[in-house]
């Protein structure tokens, strides 16, 4: 039996959907039970969802929309609620993608979480704990939506040559996300380089950063840290890491050339691969 406690709808996306949840249910004169039949779950999931103690999936919403007549009231609260799994410190982050024209990142050790495979996401956000990790990786598939929108952001990914022997979560894994990244030469949005050993030292020596444009507000940088991120439009640290954005550019191979080592190092290392065009 799930106690029944008052929520503040404003404390969190999830305590906005389980009060929304409960006011649709308790006007369709429905028990918990009654509703968890209807949608495949137990009265004991409905209630956690009522008590924002348990994360919801996209499916879960599909189902207890159309089982309320919710006219897609709660599936509208689905890209909010994914986005509250992400940590508190990332959340600014993935809110500054989705407003975004214009996103240039550069990543030493893994493939941008914008450009994951479900299986590579799986393996990286599982590698020291597995504390709700199908809601992790639901959100972070989640933020690749904006790749897929009407009027999807320009993405350039520079991406270390490191990352392409990193192998996480197996080989089949690797090959799988190495072919992810040659698709995007189908897209002329989606923009990956790769920057090679030869290169020597370089302007991103100090780690992953990002830097956003917008199409009404100044430029953002962010720099990701290991347990949190910093956002800035300081004029000055923005230039510079868009000056390093730049020469990370300029060092690393173009976008054919790249292609063509990602499937050179798929096929070598993680087994055939598709030929590049």
């Given at each position: 039996m799930v106690n029944i406690k008052e929520l503040d709808p404003g404390a969190s996306p999830l305590a906005y959907f389980g009060s929304e949840l409960r006011r649709l249910r308790t006007g369709a004169e429905l028990t918990l039970d009654q509703l968890g039949r209807a949608v495949f779950l137990t009265g004991s999931q409905i209630g956690q969802f009522e008590n924002a103690v348990l994360?919801?999936?996209?499916?879960?919403?599909?189902r207890l929309d159309a089982a309320l007549?919710?006219?897609?009231?709660?599936?509208?609260?689905?890209?909010?609620?994914s986005r509250s799994a992400l940590p508190k410190w990332f959340q600014k982050q993935a809110n500054l993608e989705q407003r975004a024209t214009e996103i240039y990142t550069f990543n030493p050790q893994l493939v941008h979480g914008l450009l994951q495979t479900e299986r590579y996401a799986r393996a990286v956000l599982g590698a020291m704990h597995s504390n709700d990790l199908d809601t992790r990786?639901?959100?972070?598939?989640?933020?690749?939506?904006?790749?897929?929108r009407d009027e999807p952001p320009?993405?350039?990914?520079v991406l270390s040559e490191a990352v392409l022997y990193q192998e996480i979560g197996g080989k089949e894994v690797?090959?799988?996300q190495l072919a992810r990244l040659l698709s995007f030469r189908a897209n002329d949005l989606v923009n990956v380089q790769i920057?090679?050993?030869?290169?020597?030292?370089?302007?991103?020596?100090?780690?992953?950063?990002?830097?956003?444009?917008f199409a009404d507000t100044p430029d953002v940088a962010y720099q990701e840290g290991y347990d949190g991120g910093v956002a800035t439009v300081d004029g000055a640290k923005v230039r510079d890491r868009a000056l390093r954005y730049d020469h990370l550019q300029a060092a690393a191979l173009s976008i054919e050339e790249s292609a063509e080592l990602i499937a050179r190092v798929m096929k070598e290392r993680y087994g055939e691969g598709p030929e590049v065009a």
């Open positions: 994360m919801p999936k996209l499916e879960h919403l599909e007549n919710a006219d897609g009231a709660l599936l509208r609260l689905w890209p909010l609620i990786v639901v959100a972070r598939l989640e933020r690749q939506k904006i790749l897929k320009v993405l350039w990914a690797m090959r799988e920057l090679p050993f030869s290169a020597g030292m370089h302007a991103g020596l100090l780690g992953a950063f990002t830097v956003l444009r």
